[in-house]
Nanobody, 122 residues
Framework: QVQLVESGGGSVQAGGSLRLSCAASGSISRINHVQWYRQAPGAQRELVAKIFFSTGSADYADSVKGRFTISRDNAKNTVYLEMNSLKPEDTAVYYC???????????????WGQGTQVTVSS
């Protein structure tokens, strides 16, 4: 199977920065795309950013455009989320989700990481 390990969360003051990582390992033939989601207490999980592995094409939620940057390292099967100018409303658990073609199959499957907490204080 496929494992996703997130890291880089923590506590920062408003205006600060954090860099999240999502490392994929396991039976990976090809990664199609990776997404970062976040979920604040009492709220629904929302899509923050998305990147396609082959092209590097990325897309962002309006709430983070201009502040967050998603990137990938194809050789390491790792995706990063650089978060700048953080606001208290960015506080949430951040999850990565990878859509992967695994060895021995002809279809893509989605996998989730365990989540990493980001807390931004005012």
């Amino acid at each position: 199977q496929v494992q996703l390990v997130e890291s880089g969360g923590g506590s920062v003051q408003a205006g600060g920065s954090l860099r999240l990582s999502c490392a994929a390992s396991g039976s990976i033939s090809r990664i199609n795309h990776v997404q970062w989601y976040r979920q604040a207490p009492g709220a629904q999980r929302e899509l923050v950013a998305k990147i396609f592995f082959s092209t590097g094409s990325a897309d962002y939620a309006d709430s983070v455009k201009g502040r967050f940057t998603i990137s990938r390292d194809n050789a390491k099967n790792t995706v990063y989320l650089e978060m700048n100018s953080l606001k208290p409303e960015d506080t949430a658990v951040y999850y990565c989700n990878a859509v992967v073609l695994t060895y021995g199959t002809d279809w893509f499957s989605g996998f989730w990481g365990q989540g990493t907490q980001v807390t931004v204080s005012s």
